[in-house]
Nanobody
Framework: QVQLVESGGGLVQAGGSLRLSCAAS????????MGWFRQAPGKEREFVAA????????YYTDSMKGRFTISRDSAKNTVYLQMNSLKPEDTAVYYC???????????????????WGQGTQVTVSA
């Protein structure tokens, strides 16, 4: 199983930027598709972005397309989420997740991911 540790969250004003990082250890990172999800208080966990194991394909929720960018550095076993033009409604705990080749389901569905990080808080002030 792969272990994931997120970092980079914090407090930022609306319109600002943050870059989240997710460091992976354990199993071969390059075999895993990676995703970012978020969960705000009282709301369900929401898909943010995902990237294929090769990095050749990326996926975004429509409301984040053009503002958020997911990328991965296999040499560093790290996946990133660059978030620009942040809005107060982006406030949430952001989770990194790993989907093994043996995990079934779509990349946009959190049930498809077998490993999760502990989450990092992102707070956007108005």
């Amino acid at each position: 199983q792969v272990q994931l540790v997120e970092s980079g969250g914090g407090l930022v004003q609306a319109g600002g930027s943050l870059r989240l990082s997710c460091a992976a250890s354990g199993r071969t990172f390059s075999n895993y598709a990676m995703g970012w999800f978020r969960q705000a208080p009282g709301k369900e966990r929401e898909f943010v972005a995902a990237i294929s194991w090769s990095g050749g394909n990326t996926y975004y929720t429509d409301s984040m397309k053009g503002r958020f960018t997911i990328s991965r550095d296999s040499a560093k076993n790290t996946v990133y989420l660059q978030m620009n033009s942040l809005k107060p409604e982006d406030t949430a705990v952001y989770y990194c997740a790993a989907k093994a080749p043996s995990d079934s389901g779509y990349l946009t569905n959190h049930y498809a991911y077998g490993a999760w990080g502990q989450g990092t808080q992102v707070t956007v002030s108005a």
